[in-house]
């Protein structure tokens, strides 16, 4: 066991030295909270102490000099305190009330965009996209972009029956909460992937890319010191091409994007929930991804016309039917939706298909 005093840099420094004290004080003893605006609310201790919260979007990926000045706003207002949530919104929290109105002055003038809170949209979760990742089947931040142009009165002031979480994630890796977010967006690659045998040889190992496919539709090809692929065993997820990309599964004009619905995180009322498959393909069109926008918003759009009070995307789904889902939406039913695997015992209640 380490001793006491050891220091290393091994992991993340606790997290209670970084909390206002109004935090540490109060730990474990909050009494509610309250939303005061889109972009504001109060937490209130059994004390009576009071934390206010203010919230700004954020790009995810951000530039050092808007670090900079999130760090300076939260030092002449929160005493340096200041945290992202999951979904990079960017959280002011402030001890003194005196400082509430000021901050959101100071940061409506820098040109943040304040809002995200309670039952609208609020920032969206996403993955990396063409700017970082190899395998990325379409971009995540100008998806997310031309998304939130549509929607952005749901952040700033609209609102829905509930909170309404979006999120991208530009492969089927997912390295976003996709899974699990009331509506989103997961881009697909549609092809068995191609093999440049030549620089296989020379740069992958092959028995990790043997290994990495799910589906076992890779084995060794000895005459070619390579490997080949059974087309019809193959699902294009693109484990491979992460391994091993000059097997290169990527293709411009096929691949897309698919729509996933119902999902959430929160135990509320009701358990967390994988989201379901509704929209198996749609064409990837940058930079404005105009067919994709318009099949979320429109999806937006009906539950805030149909949903009750207080019902997130899948419990409303949930108390309608998935049937009248599709009928309300007038979204196709099609065969990709359907759960067909052959062991589907195993993935029952775990995929995003449907059982038929
Ligand atoms: Fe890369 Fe896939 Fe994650 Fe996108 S979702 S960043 S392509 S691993
Ligand atoms: Fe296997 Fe996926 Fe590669 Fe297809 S894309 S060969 S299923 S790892």
């Known amino acids: 066991m380490a001793l006491p005093e050891r220091k290393t840099d091994i992991g993340p420094p606790h997290y209670k030295q970084f909390m206002p004290p109004v935090?540490?004080?109060?730990?474990?003893?909050?009494?509610?909270?309250?939303?005061?605006?889109?972009?504001?609310?109060?937490?209130?201790?059994?004390?009576?102490?009071?934390?206010?919260?203010?919230?700004?979007?954020?790009?995810?990926?951000?530039a050092t000099d808007s670090i900079r000045e999130i760090c300076d706003i939260s030092d002449k207002y929160c005493d340096g305190h200041l945290r992202f949530t999951t979904r990079n919104n960017v959280e002011f929290l402030i001890s003194d009330e005196k400082n509430l109105e000021p901050i959101q002055v100071e940061l409506k003038e820098k040109g943040f965009?304040?809002?995200?809170?309670?039952?609208?949209?609020?920032?969206?979760?996403?993955?990396?996209?063409?700017?970082?990742?190899?395998?990325?089947?379409?971009?995540?931040?100008?998806?997310?972009?031309?998304?939130?142009?549509?929607?952005?009165?749901?952040?700033?002031?609209?609102?829905?029956?509930?909170?309404?979480?979006?999120?991208?994630?530009?492969?089927?890796?997912?390295?976003?909460?996709?899974?699990?977010?009331?509506?989103?967006?997961?881009?697909?690659?549609?092809?068995?992937?191609?093999?440049?045998?030549?620089?296989?040889?020379?740069?992958?190992?092959?028995?990790?890319?043997?290994?990495?496919?799910?589906?076992?539709?890779?084995?060794?090809?000895?005459?070619?010191?390579?490997v080949k692929i059974k087309e019809d065993k193959c699902m294009y997820c693109?484990?491979?091409?992460?391994?091993?990309?000059?097997?290169?599964?990527?293709?411009?004009?096929?691949?897309?994007i698919a729509i996933v619905v119902g999902g959430k995180v929160s135990s509320l009322r009701t358990n967390p929930k994988f989201s379901k498959l509704v929209i198996p393909y749609i064409s990837n069109e940058p930079p404005r991804w105009p067919k994709v926008v318009a099949a979320v918003k429109h999806i937006v759009e009906i539950y805030a016309e149909n949903a009750r009070k207080h019902e997130r995307v899948g419990e409303w789904i949930e108390r309608i039917g998935w049937e009248d889902f599709f009928k309300l939406t007038g979204i196709e039913f099609s065969h990709q939706c359907i759960d067909d695997f052959t062991f589907m015992r195993d993935t029952l209640r775990t995929s995003p298909t449907f059982k038929w």
């Open 113 to 226: 965009l304040s809002g995200g809170i309670g039952a609208g949209i609020s920032n969206v979760v996403h993955t990396q996209g063409w700017v970082h990742c190899h395998g990325a089947a379409t971009d995540a931040s100008g998806l997310v972009k031309a998304m939130m142009d549509e929607l952005v009165d749901y952040f700033t002031t609209k609102r829905l029956p509930n909170k309404l979480r979006l999120a991208v994630a530009c492969c089927v890796n997912m390295c976003g909460a996709v899974h699990c977010s009331d509506i989103a967006l997961v881009a697909v690659h549609t092809k068995v992937p191609t093999i440049d045998h030549e620089k296989v040889k020379n740069m992958c190992e092959l028995p990790t890319v043997i290994s990495s496919c799910p589906t076992r539709a890779i084995s060794p090809d000895p005459a070619k010191k390579s």
């Open 23 to 62: 935090i540490v004080n109060n730990y474990g003893k909050w009494k509610y909270h309250e939303v005061l605006s889109p972009s504001a609310m109060v937490h209130v201790a059994e004390s009576g102490d009071k934390l206010w919260t203010v919230r700004v979007a954020s790009p995810r990926i951000l």
């Open 238 to 256: 693109g484990n491979c091409f992460t391994v091993c990309p000059p097997i290169n599964i990527k293709d411009p004009d096929r691949d897309g």
